[in-house]
């Protein structure tokens, strides 16, 4: 496989493909996700907000950009994955963006760069509880220690609330849940992506999940269609680790929708999101 392929439009890099990820906020719990190293060096790149948090990743040997744009926060905090996602189609062309929780696997080799090859914007599906908000909170342990701490509960109550208001709106319906886009993996080669997702974003005033809402508007289609032109065969939207338990509602319908989403493709997995 050679660098630059052009197909239509599109022009993809193959294997040169940079791996982005983000970061913002002194989470210490989630800081811990982030491996002490790079696994593909020169390759792994991160949009960071805040000079601490540049400075301890760059002495891990990641190589960093600084994010000043602080148009999100809050209840829309998730809009920065969209400014991150536009930033990096800007200065790269194709990117495979993934959040700290969603770990390779083995090596990327040609089947997963010819299964990149297929779709010019890869992004998994994961299912919601129709019951959102209480199949939410039941998971969430109350003698959690950060439950103790302001700004992370504001954090997870305020996004369960939003979530709780915005997920019918932006959804499919699937027996007892509401299947959306997950954005922990987002492969594109369209450079107008990103741009295309602030817009819609900020023209609907989304709240909660901005950037998977958003990428919902967008494709306008079907479950069905989107199955077929936007799903990824290399991850899950949710891993099946998650959901071995059964022990919670969400827990179950995802297991039931993963089951769904391989029966309706060749599932390869290189990817894994936990």
Request: charged fraction near 25%.
């Amino acid at each position: 496989m050679q660098d630059g392929v052009n197909i239509g439009k599109y022009t993809m890099k193959t294997n040169n493909i940079k791996i982005i990820r983000s970061w913002w906020g002194n989470f210490t719990d989630k800081f811990k996700e982030i491996p002490k190293f790079p696994l593909y060096p020169g390759q792994e790149i991160v949009y960071v907000w805040g000079k601490d948090n540049f400075k301890l990743l760059s002495q891990r040997g990641y190589i960093c950009y600084l994010m000043k744009d602080d148009d999100y926060s809050l209840d829309n905090i998730y809009g920065k994955k969209l400014l991150v996602l536009d930033r990096a189609l800007q200065d790269w062309g194709e990117v495979l963006m993934l959040d700290w929780d969603c770990y390779i696997l083995k090596p990327l080799d040609k089947h997963f760069y010819d299964s990149l090859q297929s779709k010019p914007i890869q992004i998994p599906l994961y299912a919601h509880h129709k019951d959102s908000k209480r199949s939410l909170i039941e998971t969430i342990p109350t003698d959690h220690p950060l439950n103790n701490i302001k700004e992370y509960s504001e954090h997870i109550y305020t996004t369960i609330d939003n979530l709780d208001k915005e997920l019918p709106k932006y959804s499919w319906e699937w027996n007892e849940g509401l299947i959306i886009p997950n954005f922990g993996c987002v492969y594109s080669r369209d450079i107008n992506f990103g741009k295309e997702l602030i817009k819609i974003a900020k023209e609907y005033n989304v709240k909660g999940l901005v950037e998977e809402f958003a990428t919902w508007i967008y494709t306008n289609c079907s479950m069905e269609e989107y199955i077929k032109n936007f799903l990824p065969t290399y991850v899950l939207g949710v891993s099946e680790i998650k959901t071995v338990r059964q022990q919670f509602d969400i827990e179950i319908i995802q297991q039931q929708f993963n089951n769904y989403i391989k029966s309706e493709i060749n599932y390869k997995p290189y990817l894994e999101h936990v």
